[in-house]
């Protein structure tokens, strides 16, 4: 059993900082804790709690550089992407401090009385996040179950422990109560499983791979523990005829690159329709090979690092003979650090490992289509449903494609599907159940619903 973790900048491959892992007695104690800390913010005032949720913010908001330099070292993220992250952090706090008092259940009418829902805290969250966004998917389970009455442990990814640790000293440091939220870094099967195995831990959010996903998922049904997923992807990104060619390529490369790929929102298949795929290639090759990987420390940095070793081996893995069968290969430094430059691969059964499962690396397949239905099928030929993107400038087309392919996450002549007040989510082995958006706080609550009888005594 690992009894701590090294932190690697994965750029330099140089030690940043020795983390304890926790063992499964402090797991207990920890749970215990977070219970009485929670019993007493459920009793708090909803305009008390959301106070102190939007001084959390406050305090995150007065940390971004800090925090982002801190996700450049530990994670290997560019600067500009690490900085978005830490204010995405600081905005899901003050978005679900906004919830609090809008927190309300129901009055349904019925006879004989009044019918009113409540909407009650959970108790003990149990978030279990990964290392590819750390503070964003940190504060994506944290922020709605704190606001909704709830306490919440929080395993960080073992490469990955440094910023979820700062979050919660700020939150304390903002006024948050002490073991409401708390940071158990360890290892997955040890501290996360003791998370996921706990009576007391009411419900667990994970976020990682579906293979892990599917194990929690098994854990959980013994309980009936409520469960949250959000796995993995092998998003599609549709390219018609019809649509401005030249900005579906332009917009192509860090659809895939962005993060080194490591993105469960990546579009690693483009799909383009026949009569336009050799034009996109064309204009896709100068875009892929521009794109400046290096130091993401870096302010002009647009790709840096993967973020271990093990990773480097598996996206290798997927790419064998990588020079030699890449259409399009962009530039990657030499030396220490875990480095792999942009890919596209072409010529590709579309049924290949690499056209259907997720690499998490800068490697995205191009695959040719006849018409709309064959992008549909194309499209829908994974066991995966995170996001995708369609680009037409047919309206109708739009509307039809988005309704066909089975995704939580869709968007038109466009990347982007993350946004903290709207819902995210998978369908099939992507996932189960959603986050984020207007609805986030009700996923950490239990509906009651109450009859109050207005007959009066029997004569
Ligand atoms: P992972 O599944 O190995 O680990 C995720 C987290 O689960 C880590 O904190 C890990 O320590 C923990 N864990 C591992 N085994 C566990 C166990 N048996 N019990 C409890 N916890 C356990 O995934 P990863 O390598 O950290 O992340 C990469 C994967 O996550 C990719 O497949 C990616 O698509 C997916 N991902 C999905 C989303 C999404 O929103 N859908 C977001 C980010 C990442």
Known sequence: MLHEHHVLNPAT????????????????????????????????????????????????????????????????HTVGNARWEAGNARDLFAYAAGGVERLTGRQIPVAGGINVTFQEPLGVIGVIAPWNFPMPIAAWGTAPALAAGNAVLLKPAETTPL????????????????????????????????????????????????????????KCADRVKRLTLELGGKSPNIVFADADVEAAAAAAPMSFLDN??????????????????????????????????????????????????????????????????AAIRGTAPDGPGFWF????????????????????????????????????RLANATDYGLSGSLWTRDVGRAL????????????????????YWTPFGGYGQSGL??????????????TKNVFISTEGPAQ
């Open 13 to 76: 491959e140089e030690l940043v900082a020795t983390v304890p892992a926790t063992p499964p007695a402090e797991v207990d104690a920890a749970v215990a804790r977070a219970a009485r800390a929670q019993s007493s913010w459920a009793a708090l005032a909803p305009g008390d709690r959301a106070r102190i949720l939007r001084r959390v913010a406050d305090v995150i908001d007065e940390h971004i550089e800090e925090l982002a330099q801190l996700e450049v070292r530990e994670a290997g």
């Open 163 to 218: 910023t979820a640790l700062r979050l919660a000293e700020l939150a304390l440091e903002a006024g948050l109560p002490e073991h409401l939220f708390q940071v158990l870094p360890g290892a997955g099967d040890v501290t996360g499983n003791a998370l996921v195995e706990h009576p007391d831990v009411a419900k667990i959010v994970f976020t990682g791979s579906t293979r892990v996903g599917k194990q929690i998922m098994a």
């Open 260 to 325: 080194s790929g490591q993105d469960c929102c990546a579009r690693t298949r483009i799909l383009v329709q026949r009569s336009v795929y050799d034009r996109f290639l064309e204009l896709l090759a100068p875009a892929v090979e521009s794109v400046v990987v290096g130091d993401p420390a870096d302010e002009k940095t647009q790709m840096g690092p993967l973020i271990s070793k093990s990773q480097l081996e598996r996206v290798r893995s997927y790419v064998p003979e990588a020079t030699a069968r």
């Open 341 to 376: 430059p942009p890919t596209v691969l072409t010529d590709l059964d579309p049924s290949a490992p690499v056209c259907v499962e997720e690499v998490f690396g800068p490697v995205a397949v191009v695959l040719p289509f006849e018409d709309e239905a064959h992008a549909v």
């Open 400 to 419: 039809r494609v988005s309704g066909a392919v089975k995704a939580g996450n869709l968007s038109v002549n466009s990347h982007s599907s993350v946004r």
């Open 433 to 446: 159940g959603r986050e984020l958006g207007p609805d986030a706080l009700s996923a950490f609550t239990e």
